[in-house]
């Protein structure tokens, strides 16, 4: 089955000048974890309530003025909608990455989580295994 398939088709997206303030702002709105970040219709980045977390707010960040630049990933792993969804699953769980943005011609078209696949029965397992897989720790001291 392709990505396209069971992929969120609406996408919210941010631009990499927005403060980080907007960025959570647009979480809470629209109850995600994570927004792409773009310039124009480019994905250039991808910002996550982790990245706030870290990289802002532990940081003792003015997140009025901190722009999303300074504190997203850039150059985020994406999908093709035409990706097979095991395909999908197998990146997810080796780039430690729980949610994919679908680019097509450089344009955001939807977005997977590991939650989509976990509702589909068939990708069940595949959710599990790079759940187990992104939820490896980093440093084996933790």
Known sequence: MEIKNIMTK???TINAEDTVERAAQMMKEHNVGSVPVCRGEN???IITD???????AAEGQN???????????SNPVTG???MDVHEAA?????????RLPIVENNK????????????????????ESALSNISTPASPEI
Do not use: C, Y
């Not at 955001?108 to 959710?127: Q, S, T, Y």
């Open 90 to 98: 197998r990146l997810m769980s080796e780039r430690q990455i729980r």
């Open 80 to 82: 093709a909608p035409t």
């Open 63 to 73: 997140v009025h003025q901190q722009k999303v630049k300074d504190i997203m990933t």
């Open 10 to 12: 609406t996408v919210a």
């Open 43 to 45: 994905v250039v980045g």
């Open 50 to 56: 982790r990245d706030i977390a870290l990289r802002s």
């Open 108 to 127: 955001v078209v939807g977005i997977v989580a590991l939650g989509d696949l976990a509702v589909e029965p068939k990708f069940a397992n595949e959710a």
